[in-house]
């Protein structure tokens, strides 16, 4: 297949592309922020990317920002799923993440017949009877943790497969993009966090939804589109590294660098919303560091309340 031949050509570019870990970081900060996105888009989730990097977690009190925060909670904590094998357990985990206060039924399995359903509300596909669900699963998760295939091959079949399953009621979308996002990582495709494949599924919802909706067990074309979607987004996020500027702070701190990075990128952020992206570090830190890159000029803050909002100064 000559996507995958393309897809290990662009990744021993990536890998040979010098990139600062200051660039690393902010664009997988991006990253991170579009895969979650995408993925709530795709499932009708009307939030664009403007709102959802303008506001902070706490601020996520109806459904749409709900479920983007949940996802953006989850793809931020990738690795602790990349470091075991998929099971049946950690796909309940992954569920319950993605659907946390949203859904009462998270992180338990379907029970009753379903369906997958276009963007018309048309049923393109009946998912196998509840009581398929755990064989399927399990042949499923025996495949790809047992397979010698291609990691982008994997993680398409996983994605396809999880779908045609639909071993849950609502999420089974949000579930497996995520799976194959895990599964691509695993296999040492995850580009360090900093490719969505997401942006393309949505930008592509349509082709998307009908691949997802064939009634075949070929799945030939999905892997194709999967693999030809996945080069697509590697050569993008490629262009935007070679994009970013950040010469004249490479005398602060990776920290401080870092935070003017996502002060430009956003063009106007607010304190919350920093804090979300260094979790880690003290909130009076994270103070003195905008206060000392406000004093040598970097970047500006508009208010006094707890809104007030940092802008670099062009």
């Known amino acids: 297949m000559k996507a995958i031949y393309d897809l290990d050509v662009l990744k021993a570019a990536f890998e040979l592309h010098p990139i600062t870990g200051e660039v690393i970081a902010l664009k997988r900060s991006k990253s991170i922020l579009k895969s979650a996105l995408f993925s709530a888009r795709i499932e009708g989730n009307p939030l664009t990317f403007q709102e959802i990097s303008a506001i902070a977690a706490e601020s996520a009190v109806d459904i749409n920002k709900k479920e983007v925060f949940n996802l953006i909670s989850l793809y931020e904590h990738i690795d602790s799923f990349v470091k075991e094998m998929p099971s049946k357990e950690s796909l309940k985990d992954i569920h319950e993440q993605v659907l946390h206060g949203i859904f009462p039924s998270a992180s338990f399995f379907r029970i009753e017949e379903s369906a997958v359903w276009n963007q018309a509300g048309v049923a393109v596909y ?61 296999g040492g495709f995850g580009f360090g966090g900093m490719v969505p494949l997401e942006e393309y599924f949505e930008a592509s919802r349509e082709e998307y939804y009908y691949e997802l909706g064939k009634d075949k067990q070929d799945v030939t074309s999905f892997i194709e589109f999967f693999a030809r979607g996945f080069a697509v987004q590697i050569q993008q996020s490629l262009k935007e590294v070679e994009r970013v500027e950040i010469s004249d702070t490479l005398s602060l701190s990776p920290r401080r660098a870092e935070l003017v990075a996502i002060v430009r990128d956003h063009k106007s952020i607010s304190f919350d919303s920093l804090t979300r992206r260094f979790q880690s570090v003290p909130s009076r830190s994270l103070h003195n560091d905008l206060s000392q890159l406000m004093k040598a000029g970097y970047i500006r803050k508009r208010g006094t309340t707890r809104g007030a909002l940092y802008e670099p100064v062009t």
């Open 126 to 186: 009946i998912t196998p009877s509840p009581q398929q669900i755990f064989p399927l699963l399990d042949a499923l998760l025996l495949w790809i943790n047992e397979s010698k295939e291609h990691p982008v091959i994997v993680a398409a079949f996983a994605h396809i497969w999880f779908e045609k399953i639909h071993p849950f009621d609502d999420g089974n979308g949000r579930v497996g993009r995520f799976l194959s996002a895990v599964m691509l990582a695993k």
